[in-house]
T-cell receptor, first 113, second 113 residues
Framework: AQSVTQLGSHVSVSEGALVLLRCNYS??????LFWYVQYPNQGLQLLLK??????LVKGINGFEAEFKKSETSFHLTKPSAHMSDAAEYFC???????????FGKGTMLLVSP | SQTIHQWPATLVQPVGSPLSLECTVE??????LYWYRQAAGRGLQLLFY??????ISSEVPQNLSASRPQDRQFILSSKKLLLSDSGFYLC????????????FGSGTRLTVV
């Protein structure tokens, strides 16, 4: 079965600094990978996804992620953090069959002025 | 355009009382539907999913059940709530015909007291 590990339950950055949120996956088949963002007491919003093709994927709000098969990783980055980026971020891998997603435990991004 | 509605937004229920959470999708037909629970520090746990009317798959044995009485309606229920049922419940949908991210509802915050 597929699984996802997000390193670091909390990541703190200063406004304008690089954001790096780590995600490693385990999958016996070529994975489909996703990043979601959640603001307090709201549902999850899709940031970006990797299915096939280009390994560098661009998403909304200036985020991007790179699929590295050799490292089984799908880290999320943003060159310059903004205060509005403060939220919880979830990495997910799609399971075979009926399109269920397995989520990591999430990383809370804190942005300080 | 498609929209997903989830209600109520918040709910406080005593232990032993019944539960009914409703989720409906508009603007599409035959969606795949999902119920997730989010507990602090534990990420998102898939509870149930459905690929059609009357078709329910349970991922985790527990005190909850799900039903899909209509194509675009998904209901989460319990006959007797436990304290451990407290959490943030999220409904989501996808077409299931292609790899795509889920679209999530805004969630229900359930507190069992």
């Amino acid at each position: 079965a597929q699984s996802v590990t997000q390193l670091g339950s909390h990541v703190s950055v200063s406004e304008g600094a690089l954001v790096l949120l780590r995600c490693n996956y385990s999958s016996s088949v070529p994975p489909y990978l996703f990043w979601y963002v959640q603001y307090p007491n709201q549902g999850l919003q899709l940031l970006l996804k990797y299915t096939t093709g280009a390994t560098l994927v661009k998403g909304i709000n200036g985020f991007e992620a790179e699929f590295k098969k050799s490292e089984t990783s799908f880290h999320l980055t943003k060159p310059s953090a903004h205060m509005s980026d403060a939220a919880e971020y979830f990495c997910a891998v799609m399971n075979s069959g009926y399109s269920t997603l397995t989520f990591g435990k999430g990383t809370m991004l804190l942005v300080s002025p | 355009s498609q929209t997903i509605h989830q209600w109520p937004a918040t709910l406080v229920q005593p232990v032993g009382s019944p539960l009914s959470l409703e989720c409906t999708v508009e603007g599409t037909s035959n969606p795949n539907l999902y119920w997730y629970r989010q507990a602090a520090g534990r990420g998102l746990q898939l509870l149930f999913y459905s690929v059609g009317i009357g078709q329910i798959s349970s991922e985790v044995p527990q005190n909850l059940s799900a039903s899909r009485p209509q194509d675009r309606q998904f209901i989460l229920s319990s006959k007797k709530l436990l304290l451990s049922d407290s959490g943030f419940y999220l409904c989501a949908w996808t077409h299931g015909r292609e790899v795509e991210g889920y679209t999530f509802g805004s969630g229900t915050r359930l507190t069992v007291v």
